[in-house]
């Protein structure tokens, strides 16, 4: 019992720094400028789900909301979901800036308020890095039940592949820079859709170049950066697939 109620201890008290941390980035000025990451991940969407006109889609773990916003945009009914009271209420300005609607939930996305099948689409991007292989297997059997049969279910997260991230990652995190917290970097999400009874569709590696970004944790980095740049740009397509990027993509579909 003591080594169990430790654990829970330790898991209670990760969590809880992990808040803070996000709690503390949330309180800052966000910045809605579309950024080639986020164009990234919405072309990634489109790709998988298809034109999001008239879909009900939902973001577990919306952070800043800023790809969400496109989504409504684009003519998607859109739901955020953050347990970050500060994040959602960013997002709610931008989206009031915007003049779009949305329904802005605060809730633990291992437990979320709404009920079965009720989305075609959903989502997340940046979150489940932060959670042990169980709770990712918790997290995906949630985002499943509110799923639509057939519907998709679409997770991004860092890639633990892509030297250029790990290398950034590891350097600041070693300075004490490092701003995201606890974050692991995944192999493979094959086998926690599999326990989360969820039908894979495909999974794959994408952003190469936006991971370059994470060498400017490393002092004086900027010309390896732009080195790697140009030197990434003037390889074959078949040679760029030697070099796997910043984003694992994992596609499911709800049976």
Not at 17 to 44: C, F
Not at 182 to 208: C, H, N, T, W, Y
Not at 223 to 229: E, G, H, M
Not at 235 to 240: A, C
Request: glycine share 8%; net charge negative.
């Amino acid at each position: 019992m003591d080594v169990k109620r430790n654990a829970e201890t330790i898991g209670r008290d990760h969590e809880e720094g992990q808040k803070h941390i996000w709690e503390k980035l949330w309180s800052k000025g966000v910045s809605y400028r579309w950024d080639p990451l986020s164009e990234l991940v919405m072309n990634a969407l489109l790709a998988t789900t298809g034109p999001f006109d008239g879909k009900r889609i939902i973001e577990a773990g919306s952070g800043t909301g800023k790809i969400s916003l496109r989504l409504a945009i684009e003519g998607a009914e859109v739901t955020l979901v953050d347990y970050a009271q500060q994040a959602l209420e960013q997002s709610k300005l931008a989206f009031r800036l915007k003049n779009r609607n949305a329904e802005f939930v605060q809730s633990d996305i291992r437990s979320m308020p709404f009920g079965d099948k009720a989305y075609d689409v959903c989502w997340s991007a940046g979150v489940l890095e932060h959670f042990s292989n169980e709770e990712k297997v918790n997290i995906l059997l949630e985002m499943a039940r509110i799923t639509k049969p057939a519907g998709h279910i679409v997770v991004l997260v860092p890639y633990s592949g892509c030297l250029p991230y790990r290398m950034g990652k590891a350097f600041a995190e070693q300075a004490g820079s490092w701003p995201y917290g606890v974050e692991m970097p995944v192999e493979s999400l094959k086998d926690s859709f599999s326990k989360a009874g969820i039908q894979l569709v495909e999974e794959r590696e994408i952003g190469f170049v936006e991971s370059l970004d994470f060498i400017d944790f490393i002092p004086e980095g900027g010309s390896v950066k732009a080195w790697l740049r140009h030197w990434y740009s003037s390889l074959e397509i078949e040679e760029k697939r030697l070099f796997p990027g910043y984003l694992l993509l994992t596609h499911g579909k709800v049976v």
